[in-house]
């Protein structure tokens, strides 16, 4: 399966910047994950017994959930694509349930991020795009959201 801007693209029509959403997506999947592990060995640390069968249950419990949250954040992260073209800006999510949008850039009004503290330290954030009489589309957990602003602001030189 390609990427969908590909199957989008117009005549002379070029991808100028390509986005995902950030890998933060998987924090909740490595923290399972960890405390699973945590879990797991404590389960060979305590004397024999029952809570040997409760701290090994509880390991089991919580890695069955890290891979149900890890299987989601990498779903979520392959069916998103976000891209800017020297014509378009355009954000696909879903597989099965596809939802797009799509404004060119020369009806982007403004383009707004927003970034927390622990955004800025790992470099992501979310985007509201606000396009001339079309409203706008705001969009969420995107890496490198100055890069991807800058991309769609920029104009070439004589343009």
């Known amino acids: 399966m390609g990427r969908y801007i590909d199957d989008i693209l117009q005549p002379d029509e070029k991808v100028l910047y390509s986005t995902n959403a950030h890998w933060i997506f998987f924090l909740p999947a490595i923290v399972s994950w960890v405390v699973a592990f945590a879990l797991f060995v404590a389960s060979g640390m305590v004397p024999p017994g029952p809570l040997v069968l409760v701290c090994m249950s509880l390991a089991a419990i919580s890695a069955v959930f890290a891979l149900y949250k890890t299987a989601t954040a990498w779903?979520?992260?392959?069916?998103?694509?976000?891209d800017v073209t020297n014509f378009r800006v355009i954000h696909k999510t879903g597989f099965v349930q596809r939802q797009t949008f799509e404004m060119s850039v020369d009806?982007?009004?403004?383009?707004?991020v927003n970034q927390s503290i622990l955004g800025r330290i790992l470099n992501y954030g979310d985007v509201t795009?606000?396009?001339v009489g079309e409203g706008g589309k705001t969009l969420d957990t995107i890496a490198s959201p100055l890069a991807f602003r800058n991309a769609i602001t920029a104009r070439p030189a004589g343009a």
């Open 75 to 82: 779903f979520h992260r392959w069916t998103t694509e976000t």
């Open 129 to 131: 795009v606000l396009g």
């Open 107 to 112: 009806k982007v009004e403004s383009v707004d």
